[in-house]
């Protein structure tokens, strides 16, 4: 009987090391567990990476913008940068359309004038022909400065057609300014232009300020997880963005 309680003894001291391995193998393994979804908390806790459909709305926002100036931040969802680069759009061509309008009117006001104080014959005469009206009393006199600097391609023939006599010294030169105020109101209608288009490229990236704005926005809520620590153990992370 005292064999059999010692065989029976030493087997139980045999299962011993077992159940303690067979234990601590069962605690790796749920450590282990939790530290991979403790390690997929840490990644969410470094903060979303954009991901396609991020860059398509920065995309989508930027070329909205790009066509219509504040279209992109109406898309955004800012109403107040939409109205302010939509009344910029409108307030360039409203001021475009007058530089234009003004320039027409002097131009056709000069040449009025000059055919009733220099009896020049409208149609048919491309800006240069206007140009040099300006800057000579008569025909004779344009065509002899001309045969003096030997630019024969130059001359005009000596027709009614092309024929011009200022009346007076001020009539001419009051033409002068009225062609030159025409001018002057098509190359402030050509700097419009070129502010309509960097409205378009401001209003295009600031499109992408505002969705990136909205999407900054967006993530600001707690974050609550169990991160593992260098040792055993776990803790309780808490992350809030500001």
């Known amino acids: 009987m005292v064999k059999i309680l010692d065989v029976i003894e030493r087997k ?17 393994f749920l450590l282990a567990a939790h ?4 390690g997929g908390f840490a990644e969410r806790l470094s903060g979303p990476k954009p ?9 989508k926002a930027f070329f909205l913008s790009l066509l219509v100036p504040g279209a992109g931040e109406y898309y955004a969802g800012s109403k107040k940068w939409a109205t302010v680069f939509a009344v910029s759009e409108l307030t360039l061509w409203t001021t ?15 040449r009025l004038f000059a055919a009733a104080h220099a009896g020049i014959d409208l149609s048919g ?14 025909l004779g006199d344009y065509n002899a400065f001309k045969l003096k600097q030997r630019d024969l391609n130059a ?38 232009v070129a502010a309509v288009i960097l409205n378009h490229l401001v209003s295009g990236v600031d499109a992408i300020r505002v969705m990136n704005q909205r999407e900054s926005l967006s993530e ?13 153990g776990m803790a309780l992370a808490v992350r809030k963005s500001f």
């Open 51 to 59: 991901d396609d459909a991020e860059m398509s709305g920065r995309g």
């Open 12 to 28: 139980e001291k045999m299962r011993l090391p077992v159940k303690k391995s067979v234990f601590r193998l069962s605690l790796w």
């Open 125 to 138: 005469k491309d800006d240069r022909y206007f140009v040099n009206i300006e800057n000579f009393m008569s």
């Open 155 to 192: 001359l005009y023939p000596e027709d009614e057609t092309h024929a011009w006599q200022w009346d007076s010294e001020t009539s001419r030169r009051r033409y002068e300014r009225m062609r030159v105020a025409s001018d002057r109101a098509y190359s402030r209608s050509t700097i419009v």
């Open 96 to 110: 475009f359309t007058a530089f234009r309008m003004y320039g027409n009117m002097k131009r056709d006001d000069a």
């Open 35 to 38: 530290s991979a979804q403790a």
């Open 220 to 232: 600001k809520n707690l974050q609550v997880g169990f991160v593992p620590l260098h040792g055993p």
